[in-house]
């Protein structure tokens, strides 16, 4: 009996390993679609109009005429980009992040914003604008939920009945497509926002939440309540949560200084995978233990920009 009972444990214990493993095989496949959509959310308004690229094999004759002149037939138009330079393109090429539009990822595949909606309640008084887009690659069985960045929301706006309204309609929208599963995602603000509706659902549809849902984000502030810490952690294996580093001195790791933001008595989310700017690595952290906030606003903002988190999750988790 002894002998059969060291097998089911020496092979229940190599079932939960390769299960671990396949789940981080998914769960970096899934990061690395979301990397290539995320940048549609990132500082930009709601429904903000972009350019399509010139697709191989075809040209823009727009371009080649003046400013000046550019608007004197039906098919050119005036698109003016991000840097606030003009150009003369086809009014076809200019289009807006809105429901039914169709984007190409930076890393080249076709995707379709299936839903589009701004909060109703959710942020009301903050100053701001919370948004998310449903983002689906043709019909594949993941849908991407981005949500935009922004600022540090209250903490008494990410868990009050507004907020939970908004959630709700999410979760109805969500439901509008039982045959897939969903990536709650953002950056920042984007970041929180994403894991208190995945906190919402968890504590009022956990079995949805198990099947249909997981989590990923980047340059996360304080939001989580210190009471549902155990219950948010049950859920891990779903959930990867990025913090950059640009390591330090003394055994101190400095770190993006949003991740101390928020409310001093809510808490950050752990574990959390950190990556190091300088020598290229990553470490999965417990906790807070030796981790001190970067000061220096070059440092500050270098640390938070999401593009030096895409690079170094390309670079040194997804590698």
């Not at 709601?46 to 004759?61: A, H, R, T, V, Y």
């Not at 003009?86 to 995707?111: A, L």
């Not at 919370?130 to 689906?136: A, E, G, H, Q």
Request: overall charge positive.
């Amino acid at each position: 009996m002894k002998n059969y009972y060291n097998k089911y444990v020496k092979y229940k214990s190599k079932y939960i390993l390769l299960k671990q493993k396949g789940g981080d095989i998914l769960m970096k496949k899934l990061i690395n679609n979301w990397l290539a959509i995320m940048n549609i959310s990132i500082a930009k308004e709601f429904g903000k109009s972009f350019l399509l690229p010139i697709l191989p094999n075809e040209n823009d004759d727009c371009m080649k005429i003046p400013l000046d002149n550019c608007t004197s037939n039906n098919i050119c138009n005036i698109y003016t980009n991000s840097k606030k330079e003009k150009n003369c393109v086809n009014k076809n090429r200019i289009k807006k992040f809105q429901k039914d539009t169709n984007i190409i990822g930076k890393n080249g595949k076709s995707y379709n914003i299936i839903e589009a909606s701004l909060f109703d309640f959710g942020c009301n008084g903050t100053g701001i604008e919370c948004y998310y887009y449903f983002v689906r690659e043709n019909n594949d069985e993941y849908i991407y939920i981005l949500f935009n960045d922004g600022i540090v929301l209250p903490y008494v706006k990410l868990f009050d009945e507004d907020m939970y309204n908004d959630f709700e309609y999410i979760i109805e929208t969500m439901k509008k497509y039982p045959d897939c599963k969903f990536i709650l995602s953002g950056h920042s603000m984007g970041c929180t926002l994403a894991q208190c509706l995945g906190l919402y659902i968890i504590r009022h549809y956990p079995d949805f939440f198990k099947d249909y849902c997981y989590i990923i984000g980047t340059g996360q502030s304080r939001w989580l309540p210190k009471k549902l810490e155990q219950l948010y952690k049950t859920y891990n294996y779903k959930i990867r949560i990025f913090v950059t580093s640009n390591e330090g001195e003394n055994n101190l790791i400095n770190i993006d200084s949003f991740f101390f933001s928020g409310t001093k008595f809510i808490i950050q989310t752990f574990p959390c995978i950190l990556l190091y700017t300088l020598s290229n690595k990553y470490q999965v952290i417990e906790d807070d233990t030796n981790l001190v906030e970067t000061v220096g606003d070059n440092a500050i903002n270098n640390l938070h920009n999401f593009e030096t988190y895409s690079k170094l999750i390309k670079k040194v988790y997804l590698s």
